[in-house]
């Protein structure tokens, strides 16, 4: 298996950046298909961003598109999200998460087996 762990999350001024790093070990960390989600209080947990295996295909929420980056660096076991422009509607914990079962990502987390324990994101107007 895989474990993960968030960092870079705070308290930021709406229109400022963070950039969230999920940092890998275990198994072979360029095996898994990565993800993004967040939970806002009183919110389902929701899908951001995932990417591929090889880092070549991603994708991204609505609501994050054109704002929000995902990247993973393999020969580092990290996966990070960029996060700029940010909102107050972006509040929430931060979550990644892996899968093995598909060298692409999904945008439903019960697809995903391992999950870090979520770092915590405060965007103030």
């Known amino acids: 298996q895989v474990q993960l762990v968030e960092s870079g999350g705070g308290l930021v001024q709406a229109g400022g950046s963070l950039r969230l790093s999920c940092a890998a070990s275990?198994?072979?960390?360029?095996?898994?298909?990565m993800g993004w989600f967040r939970q806002a209080p009183g919110k389902e947990r929701e899908f951001v961003a995932g990417?591929?295996?090889?880092?070549?295909?991603?994708g991204y929420a609505d609501s994050v598109k054109g704002r929000f980056t995902i990247s993973r660096d393999n020969a580092n076991n990290t996966v990070y999200l960029q996060m700029n422009s940010l909102k107050p509607d972006d509040t929430a914990v931060y979550y990644c998460?892996?899968?093995?079962?598909?060298?692409?990502?999904?945008?439903?987390?019960?697809?995903?087996?391992?999950w870090g324990q979520g770092t915590q994101v405060t965007v103030s107007s």
């Open positions: 998460a892996a899968t093995s079962s598909s060298r692409f990502y999904y945008r439903t987390e019960n697809l995903y087996a391992y």
């Open positions: 275990g198994r072979t960390f360029s095996n898994y298909a």
């Open positions: 990417i591929s295996w090889s880092g070549g295909t991603t």
